[in-house]
């Protein structure tokens, strides 16, 4: 009986090798094939461009967001800050920095529903950002109320702490000449990680643990597991810190839910109208990049998790039948329940049973030993292959930063993993008890507007 519960464990563990060496591999292969999109240097009109950006509760960090928007290489855009009924002085700095008149403007569809607005203004100082001050509804409910004042066809959704790369816009230009690609997301890199360096943001690894720690985390979130789950179409979360969309496949698929998942939520939804037509695509555009501001304690890190692992769920039962119905007709049904859900959420509990039940139950220790061994490895590759997948989008990090790089690798398989795993146990149980909880990260409060190289720590 202990051979046969054993061998089961042997089993399960295989499985759940498998996807992470796939997405190693496809990633890197996927690197061998030059986009569409940069194979002509032939200069293109700016198409008309609209991005939305919900605050709440933002005094914070939006001198940051309204300064970034400065940085942007293009000119034909619209940028909506839409203040979701914030308590704090969100709007009163808004109104401050952009010297705010009131606005005309009429809604351009009444297909989708949210709270009540109180004003719309436009800035004096610069006409292409407008304001909607309306009544807390929700992020949801703000990108919903943002579709519906969005001048153009193509909308970008952005947090209030993530700040577009001067060359992202110029990308998304050049991806969307293909007619059929209806949404998109972009990289997300951590913006604490980023230096000002002669007019220019620079990776650089002079940060607090914590926080080097996720920039690790989104190298191969980003260039490994959402490259390698685009090449196959299974592409199921376009983040909420910077998705970009056709307006009007928004307003079809009824626009974004009120969950504390909307990014999965409006992903699903548009990858379920994509599968009732022929040769429309979802894409992931590594090289259009934004900036956002990730937690810098423990606690801030373990609220934001459990959020978006009851995101997951919420999404997960939500979409389960039909997800469960096109498991082997569609991959992006196949990569999320057997990858997303059997490895990733419920493995993660497998693991921990069997693990100590062949530890104090069986008193194997040597399959314990092989089992770290393994994952160790297979980790630290996975680790690897994200930073250098990373340097070929110029996350470029000096020589003297080795060591920090390598403090990172280790640091993430013997803590950081461990921690996650815990987020992902106790966020998939806490959504059965409680789904509502939102836990809201709180902001640093740092001054990156403000910030210069060697005055940061």
């Known amino acids: 009986m202990d051979n046969i519960f054993i061998l089961w464990s042997y089993i399960i563990f295989g499985i759940c090798l498998i996807f992470p060496i796939f997405h190693i591999f496809n990633s890197l292969t996927s690197l061998r094939k030059k986009p569409y999109y940069q194979k002509s240097e032939i200069k293109l009109s700016e198409k008309p461009l609209t991005i939305l950006v919900p605050c709440y509760n933002e005094e914070s960090i939006i001198k940051t967001t309204i300064l970034g928007v400065g940085g942007l290489n293009y000119k034909n855009y619209q940028y909506i800050l839409i203040n979701d009924g914030s308590s704090d002085h969100t709007f009163d700095i808004?109104?401050?920095?952009?010297?705010?008149?009131?606005?005309?403007?009429?809604?351009?569809?009444?297909?989708?529903?949210?709270?009540?607005?109180?004003?719309?203004?436009?800035?004096?100082?610069?006409?292409?950002?407008?304001?909607?001050?309306?009544?807390?509804?929700?992020?949801?409910?703000?990108?919903?109320?943002?579709?519906?004042?969005?001048?153009?066809?193509?909308?970008?959704?952005?947090?209030?702490?993530?700040?577009?790369?001067?060359?992202?816009?110029?990308?998304?230009?050049?991806?969307?000449?293909?007619?059929?690609?209806?949404?998109?997301?972009?990289?997300?890199?951590?913006?604490?990680?980023?230096?000002?360096?002669?007019?220019?943001?620079?990776?650089?690894?002079?940060?607090?643990?914590?926080?080097?720690?996720?920039?690790a985390e989104y190298f191969r979130g980003f260039f490994i597991y959402k490259a390698s789950l685009a090449t196959v179409d299974a592409l199921s979360i376009i983040s909420g810190a910077f998705g970009i969309f056709k307006k009007?496949?928004?307003?079809?698929?009824?626009?974004?839910?009120?969950?504390?998942?909307?990014?999965?939520?409006?992903?699903?939804?548009?990858?379920?109208?994509?599968?009732?037509?022929?040769?429309?695509?979802?894409?992931?555009?590594?090289?259009?990049?934004?900036?956002?501001?990730?937690?810098?304690?423990?606690?801030?890190?373990?609220?934001?998790?459990?959020?978006?692992?009851?995101?997951?769920?919420?999404?997960?039962?939500?979409?389960?039948?039909?997800?469960?119905?096109?498991?082997?007709?569609?991959?992006?049904?196949?990569?999320?329940?057997?990858?997303?859900?059997?490895?990733?959420?419920?493995?993660?509990?497998?693991?921990?049973i069997s693990l100590l039940t062949i530890l104090f139950f069986l008193g194997?220790?040597?399959?314990?030993?092989?089992?770290?061994?393994?994952?160790?490895?297979?980790?630290?590759?996975?680790?690897?292959?994200?930073?250098?997948?990373?340097?070929?989008?110029?996350n470029r990090f000096s020589y003297r930063e080795f060591l920090k790089i390598l403090f990172i690798l280790f640091f993430d398989i013997f803590f950081f993993r461990v921690f996650l795993l815990y987020c992902t146990i106790s966020g998939t149980v806490q959504y059965f008890i409680n789904k509502e909880g939102w836990n809201k990260v709180a902001r640093t409060g740092r001054q990156y507007h403000i910030e210069q190289e060697g005055k940061f720590f």
């Not at 569809?109 to 109180?118: A, I, P, Q």
């Not at 699903?268 to 090289?287: D, F, M, N, R, W």
């Not at 049904?333 to 059997?342: G, M, N, Q, R």
């Not at 490895?377 to 994200?386: K, Q």
Request: charged share 25%.
């Open 94 to 215: 808004m109104e401050e920095m952009l010297d705010l008149e009131i606005h005309k403007i009429k809604p351009n569809n009444g297909d989708l529903v949210f709270s009540t607005v109180k004003g719309i203004y436009r800035s004096k100082k610069d006409p292409r950002i407008v304001v909607i001050d309306k009544f807390n509804g929700g992020k949801a409910d703000s990108l919903n109320a943002g579709i519906t004042y969005a001048d153009n066809d193509l909308v970008i959704t952005l947090d209030a702490d993530s700040i577009l790369d001067e060359k992202a816009l110029q990308v998304i230009n050049r991806a969307f000449e293909d007619p059929n690609l209806i949404a998109a997301g972009g990289t997300v890199n951590v913006l604490q990680g980023r230096r000002l360096r002669n007019g220019t943001l620079k990776p650089t690894l002079k940060v607090k643990s914590i926080v080097k720690l996720q920039i």
């Open 364 to 394: 194997n220790s040597k399959v314990v030993l092989i089992y770290a061994v393994i994952t160790l490895v297979i980790n630290l590759v996975y680790n690897m292959v994200g930073f250098v997948i990373s340097y070929y989008y110029q």
């Open 248 to 352: 009007d496949i928004l307003i079809k698929v009824g626009g974004y839910r009120k969950t504390v998942g909307e990014d999965i939520d409006i992903t699903l939804k548009v990858q379920q109208y994509k599968s009732k037509k022929t040769g429309l695509k979802v894409a992931y555009i590594p090289e259009a990049i934004c900036y956002t501001e990730v937690p810098e304690t423990w606690k801030g890190l373990y609220n934001q998790r459990i959020r978006w692992q009851k995101a997951f769920m919420d999404c997960t039962v939500l979409y389960l039948k039909e997800l469960l119905y096109t498991i082997f007709k569609s991959p992006l049904s196949f990569f999320f329940l057997v990858d997303a859900i059997f490895v990733g959420v419920f493995c993660s509990f497998l693991t921990v």
